[in-house]
């Protein structure tokens, strides 16, 4: 397999492994990602997700030989898997990290902004290359980045098709952080450790309220709230808390 996983403590890591390709994303591999985080989610072992690149490198895109051919039809099947592929990610209710070195290119980009969290080294080379090759946006890349720099940031990024640091990234603000060239991996590793032991749970729903929100309104969001709230009172987690609470004593938190 191109997609490798790794699960220690609560934590996988998910690494791109193709290094003799910068991690290009073929069509197999988009299969493989959906595959996997469907796996992950549903692994109560698992309780926070890092995906990283092999190789110095997170990923090159999608793998530029397997672009344009099998006519419309072709190009359409394509597309929906490439979109699984990034909603595979997105819609995991665990907390997500991106650990970025290298090239982050196209919907490796995408699949970055689909994250919680990208940790960036301060070398990181992010683009969006689709300008260079005729092409418009995948990967709902124009809607990821909007999200975190504005409409107008986002235009210039793409219109331009050229590369953002790590450390112009955590600048302008798609990326939590930029760190040493070769940081990347150990910085997430030690925020999903804290997530790994946090109300799980908790995470969950409260990662479904950020995601829900843009499409909401204030009572919307006070309605969902207060369904979410009467749930989480009734798990294991939340009785854990509040007994560790009055103990004067850290929780020890099973993610139920």
């Not at 110095?56 to 592929?85: I, P, Q, S, W, Y």
Request: charged letters at 20%.
């Amino acid at each position: 397999m191109s997609i490798d996983v790794a699960v220690k403590d609560g934590v996988a890591v998910v690494t791109i492994n193709r290094p003799e390709r910068k991690n290009a994303i073929t069509m197999a591999m988009r299969g493989q990602f959906q595959t996997l985080f469907q796996q992950l989610q549903d692994d109560d072992e698992v309780r926070a997700i890092i995906l990283t690149g092999a190789g110095g490198e997170f990923a090159a895109g999608a793998d530029v030989g397997e672009m344009g051919t099998g006519g419309v039809r072709g190009n359409m099947v394509k597309a929906r898997t490439l979109h699984r592929m990034v909603r595979s990610v997105a819609h995991t209710q665990k907390p997500v990290i991106a650990a970025v070195e290298g090239v982050c290119i196209g919907v490796a980009f995408a699949l970055a902004l689909a994250c919680d969290f990208v940790i960036a080294a301060e070398n990181a080379r992010f683009q969006f290359a689709f300008r260079h090759i005729g092409l418009a946006m995948d990967g709902a890349a124009g809607w990821l980045l909007e999200r975190h720099v504005g409409v107008m940031r986002a235009k210039e990024i793409a219109y331009s098709g050229r590369f953002v640091s790590g450390s112009e990234a955590a600048a302008l603000g798609f990326a939590l952080e930029a760190v040493p060239a070769g940081g990347a991996l150990a910085r997430a590793r030690e925020m999903a450790g804290g997530f790994a032991t946090a109300p799980t749970l908790a995470l969950s729903q409260i990662k479904r309220q950020f995601s829900n929100a843009p499409g909401q309104s204030l009572d919307d969001a006070l309605e969902f709230e207060a369904t979410v709230q009467a749930l989480m009172t009734w798990t294991e987690d939340f009785r854990e808390g509040t007994t560790a609470f009055k103990e004067k004593r850290k929780p020890a938190y099973r993610g139920a």
